[in-house]
């Protein structure tokens, strides 16, 4: 049996080098998601797959007496040693134990001999039986690899972040706040403390005494070791490329309407006037006002619809347009059925980009819990807003490292369009690691 570990982005790659390297009769014995690079748990995540083949070897077809009794424990009668056998599990096994078995000596009592046969058979017998019970073990291995659902084979990033926290947690002695700067420092801008830990830690092992007294060198380090940590993917507009189509989603109160005029603004003023609006929030009336109102400010059509069907008809209607964005009614995460209903609009066939917009000053458990119901939707994007209202922004990297969803833009005010930040991982990381007061543009 030979086995080989691989490391690919997906399971789809994955298989596909197994299926080159070992052949389509490959057995996946293992998968696990693994973390490579600087920041260990928190680098970019890999999926490992151990995988294994039942192969003939060479060696074991140069001759039918290459049988190595040095793998199987037994000793041949003529006391020489022979290398050509490497089997552990495989069909050949059985040949072996029924064919190239050594002859008991010739030498001896008829009784001797009879002893010396019912001996051997006891042994193949035993042999026999390990080797089945061994085939019947990986056998079952597979069948409750193959059994087990994705969600129950990958490590969530928040039990992989906790079991790094305590190897620092264990490696540093004292008090793990009180005392320590940095620490304190990523604390003090709501960082949670496991995230600060992990930081902190990797910090040290990365800085010298004298690197880690620089107030301004470590600010510097922390912000690169956070941008690494985000992923951020703002829609990219460029002439002449096909009708892009964005929604925004998310709970109420978050402020979806007035963050799809600022995107609808700064289109229009770094791009074109080629920008249809589209509202299906008609559980607010004023909500449906205050788009028509941006719509006839920007001299942009606005329309209203209320049934799916309704959707597909005003896309069609647009189809000149290069960008049409949709607006959509405020869903409480727990109203299932509202999630749902909204579903049927936002049809996989329509191709929309689905942005969850959230608000920045929500309690973390309370965002996790939104994205996760969301997150049916097939959500492609988050968007935070109000970030203006918060003292720290370290909730951003506490959400992101739990969420597979990029970031596209975070608002800072209500201004359109000055308020809306088209983002890098840099520019995030120094939004985290500023000291808020007040309305960011002040």
């Keep these: 049996m030979q086995v080989r570990v691989f490391e690919a982005a997906d399971m789809a790659s994955g298989l596909k080098k197994i299926k080159q390297e070992l052949g389509s009769n490959?057995?996946?014995l293992s998968t696990r998601t693994v973390r490579n690079g600087r920041l260990g748990i928190l680098g970019k995540p890999m999926l490992e797959i151990t995988a294994a083949i039942d192969t003939d070897f060479p060696e074991a077809k140069k001759s039918d007496k290459a049988f190595s009794f040095q793998e199987t424990g037994y000793a041949p009668h003529n006391g020489k040693e022979n290398t050509g056998f490497r089997?552990?599990?495989?069909?050949?096994?059985?040949?072996y134990l029924n064919d190239q078995r050594p002859s008991p000596s010739i030498s001896g009592s008829t009784e001797l001999k009879?002893?010396?046969?019912?001996?051997?058979?006891?042994?193949?017998?035993?042999l026999q039986s390990e080797v089945n019970e061994l085939k019947e073990l990986v056998k079952n291995l597979a069948g409750q690899i193959s059994s087990l659902s994705e969600k129950e084979a990958t490590i969530t990033k928040q039990t992989a972040l906790q079991v790094k926290n305590t190897e620092f947690a264990n490696r540093h002695t004292g008090n793990p706040i009180h005392g320590d700067h940095i620490l304190s420092l990523l604390t003090g801008r709501g960082i949670n403390v496991e995230t600060s830990r992990t930081i902190t830690g990797f910090l040290r092992q990365s800085l010298t005494?004298?690197?880690?007294c620089d107030s301004g060198n470590v600010t510097k380090t922390i912000i690169a070791t956070i941008q690494d940590l985000f992923e951020v993917n703002p829609p990219v507009f460029q002439a002449g490329q096909a009708q892009q189509r964005i929604a925004l989603v998310g709970p109420t109160g978050v402020g979806k309407t007035t963050t799809l005029a600022k995107i609808a603004a700064s289109y229009l003023s770094k791009h074109s006037n080629s920008i249809a609006l589209i509202t299906i929030d008609t559980y607010r009336i004023a909500a449906v006002e205050q788009l028509k109102v941006y719509g006839e400010i920007m001299h942009l059509p606005v329309d209203v619809v209320i049934t799916p069907e309704q959707l597909k008809q005003a896309i069609t209607k647009h189809s000149d347009k290069e960008l049409i964005l949709i607006d959509t009614a405020g869903r409480s995460p727990r109203d299932s059925y509202c999630i749902d209903e909204l579903a049927t609009f936002l049809s996989p066939e329509l191709q929309i980009d689905k942005h969850l917009v959230l608000s920045a000053g929500t309690r973390e458990n309370e965002l996790?819990?939104?994205?996760?119901?969301?997150?049916?939707?097939?959500?492609?994007?988050?968007?935070?807003?109000?970030?203006?209202?918060?003292s720290s922004l370290g909730i951003l990297l506490n959400v992101q490292?739990?969420?597979?969803n990029p970031l596209s833009y975070v608002t800072n005010g209500q201004r359109v369009p000055e308020d809306l930040l088209e983002i890098t991982p840099k520019i995030v990381a120094e939004l985290i690691m500023s000291q808020q007061e007040g309305s960011m543009h002040d």
């Design 26 to 28: 490959a057995l996946i």
């Design 209 to 212: 005494e004298t690197e880690l």
């Design 401 to 404: 490292i739990q969420n597979s």
């Design 114 to 126: 009879r002893e010396e046969t019912a001996a051997l058979r006891t042994n193949d017998y035993g």
């Design 368 to 390: 996790l819990d939104t994205i996760e119901r969301f997150n049916t939707l097939g959500i492609t994007n988050t968007i935070f807003t109000k970030t203006d209202e918060c």
């Design 87 to 95: 089997h552990v599990v495989g069909e050949s096994v059985e040949r």
